[in-house]
């Protein structure tokens, strides 16, 4: 199995392999890998909880004798020759390769000190140290890692700064929004037990190399801020403010801000070590900024001498085998754009959940051609399914659940109780398509089966979300 790192750019995503000479390898620049744990019993066909642990690498080389884990990044990749050159200097053949290296943060200033993107393990380490001392901090993005931060930061100001016009736009509507609001000012629940991520670092890092190292480590799990204190300096407990539709105009200094005349300035008595200028014309100071506003596909260490197919969004093309144009090459994860023929009912995400299946399923092709075995496209490619948790609610997304690419003609049934759920169904032509599902609603396997079988649901009408019908049982 491979993981490949590139020296400068941060890797994560999917897990894959290439086979040489019969034996397998890991390449990484990290002392520890991840391994997945699915405790909670699967919840249905397609959806599935799991734990991110992060264990030492030497485990996966006691489990398979054939496994080697080489720690280097790579430098080069040679499809023509079919070979890859290490950071070291070394060379290593292949018959059939993997590259899963992840994506790398679309940072708002590649050199600001007083920005910061929470990307890998490290990040999230530095952002709690600088946190501490913080008063207040800008959060600009409005995807997962935004949501999870300004629910969970203590003891300082927020100002969140999203691009739409309701927060959570990746993964939900506006009425999902509006359900969650009230807890940003609502207390949090007590703090669940401690969780099993582990920080780690690079092999350079953990021997006493110096901290300042540009080398990132691996890509967050889904619990990252779990089991780490985000608390401000102030003595407060939580107050964000939201900033809607706008965007970052500029961010400047303290000096800046003496001699600039730009925008409407708030708290002017008051020294901040950065501003933040937005497009809605306010200007806010802060101890530091967050730039949370997604990745991109790290391909770029691979494309240089090859002729890789690469997708407008940056990631290596992959048919529904997950080959690459280049042979024997595959691709899995965030670095990969899914370039098949999708399912009416699927689309791809850059999520951790996409990624493991794709890991997955890249192996067993990988495995199948080796053996010059047929293998079709694996199931879980068939149905769009997630399940995550925002402001402490289960969240739970199924097929086309924010209405993508759907005809205008498609209808919403939404059932909604404060603080308790939010259900939403997409119809299109009566068959539902989509759901959202907020809360702990039992509902996930019915509404997947739903989806699945395409029934036509036209004679239920509104008493498809009837509270006082038990769904579940009625289409057991």
């Known amino acids: 199995m491979l993981l490949y790192k590139h020296e400068t750019e941060c890797g994560g995503g999917a897990f894959a392999g290439t086979y040489v000479d019969c034996r397998k390898y890991i390449h990484s620049t990290w002392a520890c890998l991840f391994t997945f744990c699915s405790c909670p019993p699967q919840m249905s066909r397609t959806l599935e909880e799991f734990d991110v642990e992060e264990q030492p690498s030497s485990i996966l080389q006691e489990k398979f004798p054939n496994l080697s884990v080489i720690h280097s990044a790579v430098r080069s990749l040679d499809t023509k020759s079919h070979r890859v050159q290490t950071a070291d200097g070394r060379y290593f053949g292949y018959n059939k390769l993997c590259i899963c290296s992840g994506g790398r943060p679309k940072l708002l200033s590649q050199d600001n000190p007083h920005v910061l993107g929470i990307r890998d393990t490290d990040s999230a ?92 480590g691996s890509a967050l799990g889904p619990d990252w801020h779990q089991g780490i204190i985000l608390k401000g300096s102030e003595q407060v407990t939580r107050r964000v403010s939201v900033e809607y539709q706008c965007e970052v105009e500029n961010i400047f200094t303290s000096k800046d801000h003496l001699t600039s005349s730009q925008g409407t300035h708030r708290h002017e008595n008051e020294s901040w070590p950065v501003y933040i200028q937005l497009t809605n014309g306010k200007t806010f ?40 144009s280049e042979p024997d090459v595959y691709a899995a994860g965030d670095v990969c754009t899914a370039c098949w023929e999708h399912s009416p009912l699927w ?45 402490n609610y289960k969240v739970v997304l199924l097929g086309k659940f924010n209405g993508q690419g759907l005809e205008r003609d498609h209808e919403l049934l939404v059932r909604c109780t404060k603080g308790h759920e ?10 539902m398509v989509g759901a959202v599902l907020i809360g702990e609603t039992d509902l996930e396997e019915t509404f997947e089966n739903l989806i699945l079988n395409q029934m036509d649901l036209t004679p239920y009408g509104e008493d ?10 009625y289409f057991d």
């Not at 090859?306 to 529904?320: I, K, Q, R, S, W």
């Not at 890249?362 to 402001?391: K, N, W, Y």
């Open 125 to 216: 380490q530095e952002f709690q140290k600088r946190l501490s001392n913080a008063r207040r901090i800008v959060v600009v993005g409005n995807g997962g890692i935004a949501l999870e931060l300004v629910y969970e930061v203590e003891g300082c100001d927020v100002i969140w700064a999203v691009k739409d016009k309701s927060i959570g736009n990746t993964f939900f509507d506006a009425g999902a929004a509006q359900f969650l609001i009230p807890s940003l000012e609502a207390d949090k629940p007590a703090a669940a037990a401690p969780c099993k991520r582990l920080r780690y670092t690079t092999e350079e890092h953990s021997r006493g190399g110096s901290s300042a190292s540009t080398e990132s």
């Open 285 to 324: 100071g802060c101890d530091f900024i967050v730039s949370a506003t997604g990745v991109v596909p790290n391909s770029e260490p691979f494309i240089n001498g090859n002729t890789f197919a690469v997708a407008e969004d940056g990631g290596l093309c992959v048919d529904d085998h997950m080959l690459t």
């Open 347 to 391: 689309q791809q995400m850059r999520l951790w959940t996409q990624a493991r299946q794709m890991g997955w399923y890249a192996g067993r092709c990988m495995a199948a051609h080796a053996s010059t075995q047929p293998i079709e496209l694996d199931f879980c490619f068939e149905l769009f399914s997630h399940v995550t948790r925002f402001f």
């Open 422 to 431: 939010y259900v939403k169904v997409i119809l299109s032509r009566g068959r």
């Open 464 to 473: 498809l979300l009837n509270p006082n019908i038990d769904i579940e049982d």
